[in-house]
Structure formats: C-alpha cells, structure tokens
C-alpha cells in the first residue's frame, strides 16, 4: 500500500513537471499543501509562472477546477454564490459560486479588498461556506491555490494576517535557470502544453492519501524540536508576532506530508527544516518593516533561528 501511495505522488509530481519547467522543489511544496488538505500562496513576480502551477495540479488531478481572477471590483457574492428570486417558482434558490470546486486558482488574491478576501476565511478554514444563515459542504479534496506579486502595490490591498494565516505554505517561485527557460520557449511553440495534460491521479485517491499522511508517525524529539522553532520565533528580539498555535500544527502536518512524499512513514528533523521557512515565514512579523522585501526579510530571521535552534540527533 504504501508503495502503491508513492507511485501515485511520483506520478502526479513527474505529470506537473511536463509544463512547470526546473521548479521541482516547487512542485514537492505544493504537492505537500495538497496532501495535507490545506491551501499554498506562490509569490513572486509576474510572469514567472504562478499560475501555470496551479493549472497543472488541477488537471493533473481529476476534479472540477475554476480560476478566479481577483479584481478591486469583485464581491463576496461572485465568489460564494448568493441567492437569486426566480419568478416563476416565487422562491428564492441558492446559485452556488466558483468556490465550490475541487482546485481553485485565487489570481491576483490581493487586487481585491479585504471584505472579498474574507470570504475565503470560512471556506479554507472549514471547507463549508454560509450563505443567508446556510451552511453548504464544499468537496473533497479542496484546495486554494492563490497567487499574488509582492513588489506591485498600486491598486492592491496587503493580505491581512487572518488570512494569511489560512495558507499552509508561502512560496516564491523565482526564475527559471537558461537551459529551463530555453526548454519553455521551445515548448511553446506549438501553443500552451498544460491545455493537453491529462489527469494521472482521481479526487477519491487524493482523499485516501490525506488520510495515509495523519498515519505517518512523529517522534517525540520531533515534537519538541518543533515547539523549541516556534518557541523561538516568539521569544525573537526581530518579531514583534511570533507564529501561533495553528503555525505550530501546519508545521507537523507539513512534516507528515513530506515524509508521505518521499516514502517514509515517520518524519525526519530535515523535513521540520526544510519547511520551516514556507510555513512560518509568512505567520510572524518583522519588528521592522522594509518596503517590497518584506519576504526575504522574515524568510532571514527563521534561518537564522534554524541554525540557533539545536537539532535532535
């Protein structure tokens, strides 16, 4: 079982590795939010292909997807659903929004305000939305997969830490290295390949992998390795906000994931390092603030606490 469980990942990470180009550590990342059923949020620049990732992980894997492009215009309701009187019934009747989806695709989360991002809260916090004091399940698997340019800021509106929060993983994409970009242009040339890629894995087998990774065993030395990083993170004269509890979780449920990925039923300190940074950057605030860096500078201060926190052996 648990290597018919590996063949599966390997064969969703080979099938988006097709289009998404010399991002491996990228695709590993964001196949880890998936299989702990939580959210990812790529930041980078335009261009470098943010959205193409979540494309491909939502035709790889065999479930209904919708792109939501995120504008200063765009209400609650256009993301939720809401409910609309029909006539000739003299009822009103809930029409169900873009969010009820498998995979969603939050472009440009932060071009809309912060009402409309709110409404992502209750659905990537609970997978159910209420809508008129009712409450509606969204399938299973779901995922938000959001994408936002850190060094633009006319006309954007900065995520506020709730909702940041909500986000299992922060991940800056970077650029690709010469030879990928020559593969890219080269590739393109007959049109878009992620438009031909086929699923390889269904909705049911993503849901029994999410269970497989609760199973995956942490070691008490991993436990209290984990709560000695987050410890540090509050007690850091660099943050003013250290991570929260629900940091702390999406550490160890990250750790599970990845251990899942690489074929291991126990999770290793490397994999607490490794994630680290994309899981807890994003959860503290800097004591200073620098404009259009703020990223790199938080992503500093855990490595640095990384290297100060001691190691289980």
């Known amino acids: 079982m648990a290597t018919e469980m590996r ?21 590993r990342l964001c196949t880890v939010a998936l299989l702990s059923g939580e959210h990812v949020l790529l930041e980078d ?8 990732i979540g494309k491909a992980l939502a035709r790889s894997v065999n479930g209904d997807f919708c792109r939501i492009q995120f504008t200063p215009d765009l209400l609650p309701s256009d993301i939720t659903g809401s409910s609309i009187y029909r006539a000739n019934t003299g009822e009103f009747a809930y029409v169900r929004g873009p969010i009820f989806a498998n995979i969603v695709l939050a ?18 916090s609970d997978h159910q939305v209420s809508v008129d004091g009712v409450t509606y399940d969204l399938p299973r698997p779901f995922m938000v997969i959001a994408t936002q340019n850190p060094f633009e800021f ?20 970077g650029y690709p290295s010469r030879e990928d970009e020559l593969q890219v242009l080269t590739s393109h040339r007959g049109g878009e390949p992620v438009d031909e890629l086929q699923s390889v894995v269904n909705s049911e ?11 995956v065993t942490v070691d008490e030395a991993i436990h209290e390795y984990l709560l000695d990083l987050v410890e ?20 160890y449920r ?12 126990f999770v290793v300190p490397d994999d607490i390092k490794r994630l ?17 860096n703020q990223r790199q500078v938080s992503e500093g201060i855990i490595e640095r606490l990384l290297d100060e926190v001691p190691t289980p052996k």
């Open 7 to 27: 063949s599966l990942v390997a064969e969703l990470e080979a099938n988006i590795g097709r289009v998404v180009l010399g991002k491996a550590e990228v695709v």
């Open 45 to 52: 620049v335009p261009g470098v292909g943010k959205t193409l």
């Open 107 to 124: 472009d440009e989360i932060n071009r809309t305000t912060p009402r409309t991002q709110s409404a992502l809260l209750e659905a990537m």
């Open 154 to 173: 006319e006309g954007t509106y900065q995520l506020p830490e709730s909702q940041l929060d909500r986000f299992l993983l922060r991940i800056a994409v």
């Open 205 to 215: 087998q993503i849901v029994a992998l999410q269970a497989a990774v609760r199973d």
């Open 232 to 251: 540090a993170t509050r007690s850091s004269s660099e943050l003013r906000v250290g991570a929260s509890t629900r940091g702390a979780l999406c550490l």
């Open 254 to 265: 990250a750790g599970q994931a990845l251990a899942l990925v690489e074929g291991r039923d």
């Open 276 to 292: 680290a940074v994309p899981v807890l950057s994003h959860r503290v605030i800097t004591k200073t603030y620098v404009h259009g």
